[in-house]
Every structure is written in structure tokens, then in C-alpha cells.
């Protein structure tokens, strides 16, 4: 087993830096942004709203709903999870749909570059 790794042709960096600067590129990042930034958004919205209550609103979040031991304030904060893993799941499905394939045509196009000039170590 050798320890020494291979040097990197000294166009790879310049190849790299043609992706990134590729239109191709720029519409992967714009709609990872476009998914990423209002979900962001309206998750820390939607907490807020439920601290906010709890703070200020304690006679609506302590309202029974069912029983003696559920209210809204356990509903709410239940739903808390219910959204998170929600969010993965339009995550995943977003991602399968707009973000992978444009990804994998990128990374096969960068697979392509390297392979030409040698292994990257």
C-alpha cells in the first residue's frame, strides 16, 4: 500500500471550475435554493408560532381537546414532528425530480474529465 497520492493534472482545477460556472450548474443550485430557503423559512415560521403561544397564548394552548391530558399545546408540539418528516419527504421527492438528475449528468460529465487525465487519489 502506498501512502504517496497522485497529483492532479494541472487543468483539472481550471475543468472544475467550467462546471461550476456552467449554466447547467447555476439551475442546480437555484433550485436547490429555491426548495431549501422557503421551506427554511416557513418551518422556523411555523416554530416560532408555537413558541410564541406557548409564551403568550397559555389559556389557548392549555384548552383540552381530547380527554384530561390532550390540548393544543401537545397537538402542536407533536405536529412539530409531523412537519419535519414531512419536509424530508417533499425533500426526497423534489430531489428525485429536479435535483438528482441534474446532478448525476454533472458528476458523469466530471467522471468523464477525470477519468481522461488519470485517477484523482
Known amino acids: 500500500m502506498s501512502t504517496d497520492t497522485p497529483t ?3 487543468s483539472q482545477p481550471d475543468e472544475y471550475l467550467a462546471v461550476q460556472r456552467s449554466d447547467e450548474f ?5 433550485a436547490l435554493r429555491g426548495f431549501v430557503f422557503p421551506m427554511t423559512v416557513a418551518f422556523f415560521l411555523w416554530y416560532a ?6 409564551a403568550y397564548a397559555r389559556d389557548f394552548m392549555g384548552t383540552k381537546l381530547f380527554g384530561s391530558n390532550i390540548n393544543v399545546a401537545l397537538v402542536f408540539g407533536l405536529l412539530q414532528f409531523v412537519s419535519t418528516f ?12 429536479k ?8 458528476r458523469a460529465e466530471i467522471g468523464e474529465v477525470t477519468h481522461e487525465h488519470g485517477p484523482r487519489g
Do not use: E, K, N, Q
Request: charged share 25%; with cysteine.
Open 86 to 97: 414531512l419536509i424530508a419527504w417533499l425533500y426526497a421527492r423534489y430531489a428525485d425530480r
Open 26 to 30: 447555476a439551475g442546480l443550485r437555484r
Open 8 to 10: 492532479p493534472t494541472a
Open 49 to 54: 408560532l408555537y413558541v410564541i403561544l406557548c
Open 99 to 106: 435535483i438528482d438528475p441534474v446532478a448525476d449528468r454533472i
